[in-house]
């Protein structure tokens, strides 16, 4: 397994420059693939079509979801790309499956109103002011720049400083953009930072090494984890009344993106703003709005009833 696997990925950091996070998930797919290889008596090197197919027909009798099975096999056809272009086979046993497609689901959103809610209970969430300094920043920051979870929480202090109009964003593949920054979230910033380096100051004087990132941590990535910031959401949405189930930092990019092509603005800039490498990606936001619209009539409209 580690002949194939840890060189496949090794590939595709370098030259996908894929997140920590990526190959994770490749390598946890990837995993469970070669036990399922192992208890069918068989391996990598000898697998053929029909122990591809046999694997793909246990994960839908196990009930995963289509999205589940169609991400499995991208892996799996990904590794035996790699292993025929690198001479480990003959042959790629993969080439003529056909996978499940994906079902694309509307993303779910929030309305202004609950946004407003969510960044007012921002303010009072937290046990000390420097907490509620920092989790009204990450709320006005996500809300305002539509940032992938990742990108906010590993944001570099030095990308803010100088009250800056736009912020440089580096998102999937290590490739940058540039956002711009709210009136609000620029006066949530400048309030986090004083507090902040308030704190890097102290942390300095007991011989501790400065951080660079905005949100910084004890552990061991240096700044605010994906999994803290999740529950952070949750935390809010109750304060604010709204139910935490229909609230994630996902939703809150989708929030971005669906009031700003309400509000008008061109689907090519909301692309560039959230990073879709295809505009195709984007587009699912203009069903979002139509879908918006049609509860709006359906719900309003004098015949609705009828």
């Avoid at 790699?82 to 056909?98: N, V, W, Y």
Wanted: contains cysteine; hydrophobic residues 40%; charged residues 25%.
């Amino acid at each position: 397994m580690q002949k194939w696997i840890k060189p496949f990925l090794e590939t595709i950091y370098a030259q996908q420059n894929a997140s920590e996070n990526t190959i994770s998930a490749y390598a946890a797919d990837l995993s469970e693939f070669h036990e399922y290889l192992t208890e069918k008596q068989t391996n990598f090197k000898i697998a053929n079509r029909s122990d591809i197919e046999g694997y793909l027909i246990n994960l839908h009798t196990r009930g995963m979801a289509q999205a589940t099975r169609a991400r499995r096999l991208s892996a799996v056809r990904q590794l035996y790309r790699f292993a025929f272009e690198e001479g480990l086979r003959k042959d790629d046993p993969t080439a003529q499956i056909r996978g499940p497609k994906k079902r694309r689901h509307l993303p779910k959103t929030l309305s202004q109103e609950d946004v407003e809610r969510l960044l007012g209970a921002a303010q009072k969430t937290g046990r000390t002011k420097h907490d509620l300094l920092r989790n009204s920043c990450l709320m006005q920051l996500i809300y305002a720049t539509g940032m992938r979870v990742t990108e906010l929480v590993s944001l570099p202090v030095t990308s803010v400083r100088g009250n800056p109009e736009m912020i440089l964003v580096r998102g999937k593949g290590g490739k940058e953009r540039i956002v711009p920054l709210s009136p609000a979230s620029k006066m949530a910033i400048a309030a986090w930072l004083i507090t902040r380096d308030a704190a890097e100051e102290v942390n300095a004087a007991k011989g501790k090494t400065a951080s660079r990132f905005l949100f910084p941590s004890a552990g061991k990535l240096g700044h605010l984890t994906r999994i803290r910031f999740y529950t952070l959401v949750k935390e809010i949405a109750v304060i604010a009344g709204i139910n935490p189930e229909t609230v994630t930092p996902h939703t809150l990019r989708h929030a971005f993106a669906t009031h700003l092509l309400a509000g008008g603005a061109d689907l090519r800039v909301i692309q560039i703003l959230l990073g879709h490498a295809d505009v195709a990606t984007t587009e699912i936001y203009t069903h979002v709005l139509d879908e918006n619209q049609k509860s709006l009539v359906l719900t309003h409209h004098p015949l609705a009833d009828e």
